[in-house]
């Protein structure tokens, strides 16, 4: 639940660059969502992979270890699409437990 969590973050913060000139790219960092580096490195690739951002590099360091070198960051239709998605299940699921707070025996 965690790796979905930041996954948001990250791509929400992405989506609130795209009004900027000039972005703080400081807080595109693991330490600004306090997880570890290769946790962040790890998510930032599988974003990448995935199409959901895009406008970095992936420096490969030797073995398993792999590094990110920002380009441009930014978020694609992809990845607005699953803002958009998760926001609209956020909603469905709020709903839902309230209807089951409110409706006795459920």
Do not use: C
Request: no cysteine; glycine share 6%.
């Amino acid at each position: 639940m965690a790796n979905f969590k930041l996954i948001y973050q990250i791509l929400s913060l992405l989506d609130k660059y795209l009004d900027y000139d000039e972005p703080d790219w400081d807080k595109l960092s693991a330490e600004n969502f306090k997880v570890s580096e290769k946790r962040f490195v790890s998510i930032m690739i599988m974003l990448y992979e995935a199409g959901y951002i895009d406008g970095i590099d992936i420096i490969h360091l030797g073995g398993n270890e792999r590094d990110l070198k920002y380009i441009d960051p930014s978020i694609t239709l992809k990845g607005l699409e699953y803002l958009e998605q998760n926001d609209l299940m956020h909603k469905a699921y709020r709903l839902l437990k309230g209807i089951k707070d409110v409706t006795p025996g459920a």
